[in-house]
């Protein structure tokens, strides 16, 4: 469904209609009530769903081999979505959660009640029972005995002319709601009218059920850590900032989990997780938004090499559980998550795919490689040598990965709470995975050692100090529970959003997220 810019002269004129539309449904409503009858219901027992509904017949005609009208009543609910008047019958489709179904209304059969589908307009929902049988045409329909309007629509929801391709059962909607600023504003008419939308969604909650029941099968045990935080930390962002008044203290939404999550461990709980809202004061692109939902867990005694077996098998039992199993399409793309997924250290994937030797340059060498990608030389100058790196790989090598790879070794300036790489203390045992051209989950060997965990966070704090908007703030409770003892832990933090639009081949975050955050109208 493409979408065209909608013009001033287009939006009032599409208004001054929805006004006329919406004074026509209230004066149908005042003429409803003079009727008796109360147009906004208190509650409808169906007895299937239209899906439901359609499956029963077929199931009676393939038992008698006959087309004979099935005798069981059947109660369905849902919209009204599409609607023809016939003289004394009338076909309408009722539309629910799992599809559509036909209704037939026929005044020898309603009496005088078949006068009230005058006062049904399309999106009104209703509650319709009867039986089931085959038109003429061979569609499965309900022949309406009785009828009861459960909820009157005042406002017409942006229906369009809708085909269906008799060959694929393609669904293809012409002039409907394709202004897609105006669907994201308005997720309720969005859902209501493309059903393709509400699959979407389903699928999404089948995703963090999968992903949940992973884990639960592994003795992890969900939790829930603070959302109000009197001190961010976890990950390099910018926090939004909050005020609470009883306490008189300034508070901030949690950018990570990490912090409260490695408590637990230190608390003795082993292997915790939590799958939560974190929220970063950034900008917003088809790739980030500003409220997100992010999947963390730990696991005392493993490293970062178990957290990547641990992935592997995490990722293949989502797309089985979801989608049936791989490839996956996005794009152009064919994504394979068949083990073991393709690996590079950081310096290797940014030498052999960027083109750039990181440990053969010094610090103004770093410098020139990130302004040749046209970052400005003020900006440069406030970045420490984590930031540059970070810079030349999101760059030069990140979009390049479509299928699933693991960047592993970070350098120790990218990776204030990750151990440091046996072998070589100035890397550390952190890896990334990235899909589709982007970041999808971090994790670490964590860093459990609290004299070089205060280092860490002093240096970040010199990074700050310097101009850095993105650093770790030095959190003195964490280093108090970490000197109590922290097990070798390993850790993971993958975004739900960025996952479910790459399984799903949507084409921004905010197709795959209900309400996204929206500058004002």
């Not at 219901?41 to 899906?51: R, V």
């Not at 240096?459 to 097990?487: H, I, N, S, V, W």
């Not at 832990?489 to 996204?516: E, H, K, N, Y």
Request: with cysteine; proline share 5%; charged share 30%.
């Amino acid at each position: 469904m493409a979408s065209e810019p909608m013009t001033a002269e287009d939006a009032a004129e599409d208004r001054l209609s929805d006004e006329r539309v919406v004074a026509d449904r209230v004066a149908k409503l005042a003429r409803l009530r003079e009727r008796g009858v109360e147009p906004y219901g208190y509650s409808y027992d169906p007895t299937h769903h239209a899906a439901a509904a359609l499956a029963l017949f077929d199931a009676h005609e393939a038992a008698h081999g006959s087309d004979q009208e099935l005798a069981e009543r059947v109660r369905v609910a849902g919209r009204i979505v599409s609607k023809r008047v016939m003289g004394k019958s009338t076909f309408a489709h009722l539309s629910d959660r799992t599809g559509k179904i036909q209704l037939y209304f026929r005044v020898n059969d309603l009496g005088e009640a078949y006068g009230l589908l005058d006062l049904i307009d399309l999106g009104d929902w209703i509650g319709a029972e009867g039986t089931l049988f085959r038109t003429r045409t061979g569609e499965v329909s309900l022949k309406v005995a009785a009828f009861t309007l459960l909820s009157k629509g005042l406002r017409p929801l942006p229906f369009g002319k809708e085909e269906t391709d008799p060959e694929t059962g393609e669904r293809r909607v012409y002039s409907g709601f394709t202004d897609m600023e105006a669907r994201y504003r308005q997720r309720y008419a969005d859902l209501a009218v493309n059903p393709e939308v509400r699959d979407v969604f389903v699928a999404r909650a089948k995703v963090v059920t999968a992903c949940r029941r992973f884990l639960d099968e592994r003795d992890f045990v969900e939790v829930e850590t603070p959302v109000l935080q009197p001190l961010y930390g976890g990950a390099l962002a910018r926090p939004f900032v909050t005020h609470h008044n009883a306490l008189d203290m300034q508070l901030y939404l949690r950018i990570a989990d990490e912090l409260y999550l490695k408590r637990l461990i230190v608390g003795g709980m082993e292997r915790v997780y939590e799958i939560a809202k974190n929220f970063r004061n950034e900008g917003l692109s088809r790739f980030h938004n500003p409220e997100f939902t992010m999947l963390e867990f730990y696991a005392a005694y493993m490293d970062y090499e178990d957290i990547m077996r641990l992935t592997e098998e995490l990722l293949v039992h989502v797309v089985d559980s979801v989608l049936g199993g791989g490839p996956v399409k996005y794009g152009e793309h064919e994504i394979h998550f068949a083990p073991p997924f393709a690996r590079f250290t950081m310096y290797e994937a940014i030498r052999d795919i960027g083109g750039v030797d990181v440990p053969a340059l010094d610090e103004d060498g770093l410098r020139d490689a990130v302004r040749k990608l046209g970052v400005s030389a003020d900006e440069v100058k406030t970045m420490g040598r984590g930031r540059m790196i970070d810079e030349l790989f999101g760059t030069l090598v990140e979009p390049k990965l479509i299928q699933p790879t693991f960047i592993t070794d970070y350098p120790r300036e990218m990776s204030p709470l990750a151990k440091p790489k046996r072998g070589d203390p100035e890397l550390t045992e952190r890896f990334e995975l990235m899909l589709a051209g982007k970041e999808l989950l971090n994790a670490y060997s964590e860093l459990n050692d609290p004299i070089d965990q205060r280092q860490r966070f002093e240096a970040q704090k010199r990074l700050a100090a310097a101009g850095d908007e993105e650093t770790q703030p030095l959190d003195e409770d964490f280093l108090r529970a970490m000197e109590y003892g922290m097990p070798p832990t390993g850790g993971f933090g993958m975004g739900i959003d960025r996952l479910v639009r790459i399984l799903l081949d949507q084409p921004s975050v905010r197709d795959v997220i209900l309400f996204p955050t929206m500058r004002p109208e």
